[in-house]
Nanobody, 125 residues
Framework: QVQLVESGGGLVQAGDSLRLSCVAS?????????MGWFRQAPGKEREFVAA????????YYADAVKGRFAISRDDAKNTVYLQTNNLKPEDTAVYYC?????????????????WGQGTQVTVSS
């Protein structure tokens, strides 16, 4: 089992940047298939943002964030980051990290096994 803790959210203005972090504790996260970031805005369903394979490092992005967000990992720290640049008001949401035990389904929230508690990102116009 693994525990996930997100941090780095906040209130920013449009065009600003934030770096979100997700620290995994417990079982070494590299034994899992991938780690993903999802977000959920009020009244909306949870949606895929980005993911990274924990063996090999291939990355995946939602169209809405391509070119603005970047996912990376630091295996020594059991941490995955989401660098968010040029933030827009529509990026406002609670951002969650999650672990996918095995593929496929990297874009599907229901396939992820472990979830963090989320970190709020609010972007003002």
């Amino acid at each position: 089992q693994v525990q996930l803790v997100e941090s780095g959210g906040g209130l920013v203005q449009a065009g600003d940047s934030l770096r979100l972090s997700c620290v995994a504790s417990g079982r070494t996260y590299s034994t899992y298939y991938a780690m993903g970031w999802f977000r959920q805005a009020p009244g909306k369903e949870r949606e895929f943002v980005a993911a990274i394979r924990l063996n090999g490092g291939r990355t995946y992005y939602a169209d809405a964030v391509k070119g603005r967000f970047a996912i990376s990992r630091d295996d020594a720290k059991n941490t995955v980051y989401l660098q968010t640049n040029n933030l827009k008001p529509e990026d406002t949401a609670v951002y969650y990290c999650a672990i996918l035990g095995d593929g496929p389904g990297i874009y599907e929230a229901r396939r992820y096994r472990y979830w963090g508690q989320g970190t709020q990102v609010t972007v003002s116009s």
